[in-house]
């Protein structure tokens, strides 16, 4: 489902999360998520797109739809458009319109599926101004996450409850997984596990330049099950395995 609304008053329920905003915004529904509606007043005209998964079936879209993270995102998350992403928006819904109710013929699926495609492509877009406009709240976002990924490791308790995870970091900012992922893309260049990875890295090479700790231990440590994965993602970090690192730092 892709929606565009501004609500009054009512209930707004995209899993458990309530839809608590009231600025003209989009969001977006994957299938098989539970939405509940009730009492729901409008500040002016909004609308819903459905389709069924199987309607993109044989169509490119089918499978890039998938690189939309926005999907994944939660209703607090939506994304706010301005005037004039909101009239692009309207045009690309009236196309669609008119083709599903006038005439349709063996052109009408591959136009609608093209609209639908230009509407997505869009908000790709306006999400990416989004967070440049929120660049502050960004900022913050990004520090607070550092700060949040460093005092899990520092307390210690990294061997009894395992790897921070991208899921973890998410809930300590009440923020969806896939939402902090794209915005710290956005800001830093580096997804969220790719941030976690190079901070546990991090520790990874004091360890083994300060401890006795041998490679496996070192990996435990820090949480991994996997000694040899951990030494594959070192060497991916650093460019030479944490044996190598630590026999060039001796020497």
Same mark, same amino acid.
Request: hydrophobic residues 35%; neutral net charge.
């Given at each position: #489902?892709? %929606?565009?609304?501004?609500?009054?008053?009512?209930?707004?329920?995209?899993?458990?999360?309530?839809?608590?905003?009231?600025?003209?915004? #989009?969001?977006?529904?994957?299938?098989?998520?539970?939405?509940? #509606?009730?009492?729901?007043?409008?500040?002016?005209?909004?609308?819903?797109?459905?389709?069924?998964?199987?309607? !993109?079936?044989?169509?490119?879209?089918?499978?890039?739809?998938?690189?939309?993270?926005?999907?994944?995102?939660?209703?607090?998350?939506?994304?706010?458009?301005?005037?004039?992403?909101?009239?692009?928006?309207?045009?690309?819904?009236?196309?669609?319109?008119?083709?599903?109710?006038?005439?349709?013929?063996?052109?009408?699926?591959?136009?609608?599926? %093209?609209?639908?495609?230009?509407?997505?492509?869009?908000?790709? +877009?306006?999400?990416?101004?989004?967070? /440049?406009?929120?660049?502050?709240?960004?900022?913050?976002?990004?520090?607070?996450?550092?700060?949040? !990924?460093?005092?899990?490791?520092?307390?210690?308790?990294?061997?009894?409850?395992? !790897?921070?995870?991208?899921?973890? #970091?998410?809930?300590?900012?009440?923020?969806?997984?896939?939402?902090?992922?794209?915005?710290?893309?956005?800001?830093?260049?580096?997804?969220?596990? /790719?941030?976690?990875?190079?901070?546990?890295?991090? /520790?990874?090479?004091?360890?083994?330049?300060?401890?006795?700790?041998?490679?496996?231990?070192?990996?435990?440590?820090?949480?991994?099950?996997?000694?040899?994965?951990?030494?594959?993602?070192?060497?991916?970090?650093? %460019?030479?395995?944490?044996?190598?690192? +630590?026999?060039?730092?001796?020497?």
């Amino acid at each position: #489902m892709i %929606g565009i609304k501004k609500l009054r008053s009512g209930v707004f329920l995209y899993g458990r999360t309530k839809y608590d905003h009231n600025s003209g915004s #989009m969001s977006f529904v994957k299938p098989r998520q539970v939405v509940e #509606m009730k009492n729901l007043d409008f500040e002016e005209d909004g609308f819903l797109i459905f389709f069924h998964e199987d309607f !993109l079936n044989g169509h490119p879209l089918h499978s890039e739809i998938k690189k939309y993270g926005f999907f994944e995102y939660e209703v607090n998350e939506a994304l706010h458009l301005s005037s004039i992403e909101e009239k692009i928006i309207w045009d690309l819904h009236s196309k669609i319109k008119f083709e599903y109710y006038n005439n349709q013929d063996e052109y009408t699926r591959d136009i609608i599926i %093209g609209h639908i495609d230009s509407i997505l492509k869009y908000s790709q +877009r306006f999400y990416k101004r989004q967070f /440049e406009d929120r660049y502050t709240a960004t900022g913050k976002t990004v520090s607070k996450f550092i700060e949040i !990924l460093s005092a899990y490791l520092e307390k210690g308790d990294v061997p009894a409850n395992g !790897l921070p995870t991208v899921k973890f #970091m998410a809930e300590q900012l009440h923020l969806s997984p896939r939402y902090l992922s794209d915005l710290l893309k956005r800001e830093t260049g580096k997804t969220a596990i /790719e941030l976690i990875h190079i901070r546990l890295i991090s /520790e990874a090479k004091n360890l083994l330049t300060g401890s006795d700790c041998n490679v496996a231990e070192t990996a435990y440590s820090l949480g991994f099950d996997n000694p040899p994965y951990f030494s594959r993602l070192f060497k991916k970090e650093v %460019g030479v395995s944490p044996l190598q690192f +630590r026999k060039q730092f001796l020497n």
